[in-house]
Structure formats: structure tokens, C-alpha cells
């Protein structure tokens, strides 16, 4: 008996019509994603799931569309094209560095280079040897240092802490520039510390310049062009100490996405009329599942293109494996990457750090 002349009827036996229900949940998730994502606060909690979920799902669903029996093998006809376009609508999400399968032409040094690395040190030294912390740091020889997180955590709450003089005396030579909880180090002389986000009366409390700035720019002169550089830290969209059954689980997530707005429209602003070359990097708690990082993805240039990873991972260690990237660095069309890996943070972080090779163009 030819499987086409059964009845259509016969195939809607539970597996068929379930793998049909699923892909259409499916569907419907990521229609909700489009309207949604980086623009509902209530979508920052989606946003937290692994965006390889984005490939894993729709690879799931057509593996299972192609063993569908052969008296429903009718639906296979429009089941399998519907996931292959739910697959492509999701691959943007998935953050596969595609450039990583085709080997890229030699970088072309037109201009001066210089080698800046971006970590987030999880409460600096304050939970590790200091010692050994410090010499993590001046093994990457950078002329650049982008880092996060200068202070500590003490009886549940963020800390203050002055480390100014051993940083000086690890650091000879190097300009530092602190602002809250972010610190710049540079072998290039400071021109100006442009104040990116909302502004922080100088005298203000720690607290509140911890809180509000998040964004450190410096304009440095290297090798006597005037080059910014934005150290930055994002504010995470949730508290994990709070339960999901009870109300202030979801009014931190809606105070921090107000708070990350705040940030990210201060950047893009700064960055995209910025007419200096420029080099964005910092923890910006955010993976390429979540839309927040979207203007800024389309106006400058990711510096994943210069990685070697098919999937890079800057967060997450679950199974051996970094499965978000929250670590992230941009630049304009004044500088290129040339060479752009996250590193071993020896247990130091929960975040590997950002190793970057840039030059200047003319």
C-alpha cells in the first residue's frame, strides 16, 4: 500500500502531534523574542537561558521531523522547511562566530598598535592571593588595562576598597584612572576622563558613584593621536539570593532593566558620535541572546570577528564549558582588531578576560 494513500488522518498519533505543538511553541517564542527582547523588562528572564538553545532547538526539531513515519509522512512536506526558517531566524541569537570556519587575510598594521586587555576580577584580590592576582595582571603586559569590580563583598552588600598605592607600585610607569568600582591603567599619557551616563557630584558617596557610573571613558594619547577607551560594567538584571516565587525577584529585574537602559543609551550615545577612534570592552551582562546590545551592534564593529572560536564564552563554566559570553568589546571604524581571544582567569574570576591586539587606522 502506497504510505501516501492512508487516510490523513492516521498520522496524527501522539509523536507527530506533539513534534508539531513543540514547533509551534517554538514559533511563538520566537515571535515573542522579536516584539519583546530589549524592550520588556520581563524578557531580561528568557534572556538568561544559553543562546545556543537558539541552534539546539530547531536542530532537535528537524531531526525529529525527518523520522516522522511514513503515514505522516504528509507533514514532513511543510514541518521540515517551517523549522529550517525557524532555525535561520534564530542563528543571529546563537552567537557562533561564523568568521572562526573561514581563515581571514593578514591583519594589515597601517597604524600604530597596542595590546589592551578587559577583565572582570570578581571583587579584585579580595577573594584570591593578592600576590598571585597581581601577577596574573602584569603577565599580560598590556598597554591597556580595562577592569572591573576594584572592591569587595562584605556582610552581603558591595565594599569600597583603596588598593591606589600597591596598584602604583605594580604598575610603575602606568597612568590609573579609578571611577566607582572601574579601573583604567594605561601606559599612554591621560588627556581627559569625558563623564559617560548620569552625572556623579564629586564628593558623592562610593555607594552611589558604584551604582550610577558604570561607564569609565578615557581619551589617552597613543603615539600622538588622541584614541578613547571605555571601560564598562553593565548592571546584572537579576538578584539570585531572591526566590522567583516572591514579588522582589521581579522588581529587581524591572529596577535593573530601567538602570541598563540608562547605561547602554549613555554608551551608544557617546560612542556613535565619538569622532576618535575608539574601543569599547567591559562586562556587559548581557549574552548575544538579549537584545540590549543590539544598537550597539549595529553601529560599530565586534571584535569577535578577530577570534578563533566558533563559540566564544566569557561566563558560565557549566560541564567545562563558558556557555554565555557576557564579555564584550566594540571599536569604530578608526581601529580594528587584530587579534581578539577570551584567556584562563586561573580561578581568580567567574569570567575569563578579553586579550586584544588592536592598530590605528589613518
Known sequence: MDPDSVSPRRWWFPAPRALVGVTGLWAVFLLLDRLANGRWWFWLIPGLAPPLLFLAVPVTLLALAWTVPAPASRSRRWLVPAVVLLLLAGL???????????????????????????WNTEYWDTTDDPDAFYRYLRARDADVYLLQEYLAWIRGTHTEIDELDRIRREF????????????????????????????????????????????????LDVHGRAVSFYNVHIPVQVDTRASVFGGAFYRVVR????????????????ATTNPRPLLIAGDFNTSPAMGDLDPLRARLHDARSASGELYPGSWGGLLGTDWWRLDWAFTNDGAAVDHYAFVDDRGMSDHRGQDLRISLRP
Open 92 to 118: 543571529p541569537r546563537t552567537g557562533l562566530n561564523w568568521s572562526a570556519l573561514v581563515p581571514g587575510p593578514a591583519a594589515a598594521h597601517t597604524g600604530p598598535t597596542l595590546s589592551v586587555f578587559s
Open 172 to 219: 610603575p610607569g602606568y597612568q590609573v584612572v579609578v571611577t566607582g568600582e572601574l579601573v583604567t591603567l594605561s601606559r599612554f599619557p591621560v588627556l581627559a576622563t569625558p563623564t559617560v551616563g548620569p552625572a556623579v557630584a564629586a564628593d558623592a558617596p562610593w555607594a552611589e558613584t558604584f551604582t550610577r557610573r558604570k561607564v569609565l571613558r578615557t581619551d
Open 255 to 270: 529596577e535593573a532593566d530601567a538602570a541598563r537602559r540608562e547605561q547602554f543609551a549613555a554608551l551608544t550615545r557617546d
